[in-house]
């Protein structure tokens, strides 16, 4: 099946620094990938996704660009904010796509300092 | 257009005794999905189903785990017989009835086996 791997952290930046989170994938096919975010004590939100290669997701001042020559999904942010403190995670379906359940990355806790 | 709902939010059993995770997806949704976050770690797919079948259940522990989704009501996870291990948070996801590859999480319930 399909698998996913991210940096891992905590990732501690100042705030308006730039952020980078990596994430690569390994599938079958081209399937759509996800970021997902998670503030402490709450389910996932959906934070962008991408459906095709070189497709760019894009939300709340977040990006990430779908590379398939390279397979990664990197998460990138111009300036972060405390309230961007949480824990982002990289997906992709389990296998062929469409209808099917998610893989997740092991997730990267995001601290942003005053 | 309300989310995916999960009860309860929060739920101790002592060992032993049977713990039953209810999920209402979106309005409009067919598909849930269920996963477990355990302490430190991301989710891991559980199972997959709609309405009246189970489409994959690769990711449910072989014993003591099942899980439905009946015509009229919520799905449901149950577990019996719970162990400490078993403590974890359990989200709920919901997708569209076509084809569709974004999920909706719902907040999650926090089982304790004491």
């Known amino acids: 099946g399909n698998s996913v791997t991210q940096m891992e952290g905590p990732v501690t930046l100042s705030e308006e620094a730039f952020l980078t989170i990596n994430c690569t994938y390994t599938a079958t096919g081209y399937p759509s990938l996800f970021w997902y975010v998670q503030y402490p004590g709450e389910g996932l939100q959906l934070l962008l996704k991408a459906t095709k290669a070189d497709d760019k997701g894009s939300n709340k001042g977040f990006e990430a660009t779908y590379r398939k020559e390279t397979t990664s999904f990197h998460l990138e942010k111009g300036s972060v904010q405390v309230s961007d403190s949480a824990v982002y995670f990289c997906?992709?379906?389990?296998?062929?796509?469409?209808?099917?359940?998610?893989?997740f990355g092991k997730g990267t806790h995001l601290i942003i300092q005053p | 257009n309300a989310g995916v709902m999960q009860n309860p939010r929060h739920l101790v059993r002592r060992r032993g005794q049977e713990a039953r995770l209810r999920c209402s997806p979106m309005?409009?949704?067919?598909?849930v999905y269920w996963y477990r976050q355990l302490p430190e770690e991301g989710l891991k797919f559980m199972v997959y189903l709609q309405k009246e079948n189970i489409i994959d259940e690769s990711g449910m522990p072989k014993e003591r785990f099942s899980a439905e989704f009946p015509k009229e009501g919520p799905s449901i996870l149950r577990i019996q017989q719970v162990v400490r291990g078993d403590s974890a948070a359990y989200f709920c996801a919901s997708s569209r009835e076509f084809k569709s590859d974004t999920q909706y999480f719902g907040p999650g319930t926090r089982l304790t086996v004491l």
């Open positions: 309005k409009g949704h067919s598909h």
């Open positions: 997906a992709l379906p389990n296998s062929g796509g469409g209808a099917d359940g998610l893989t």
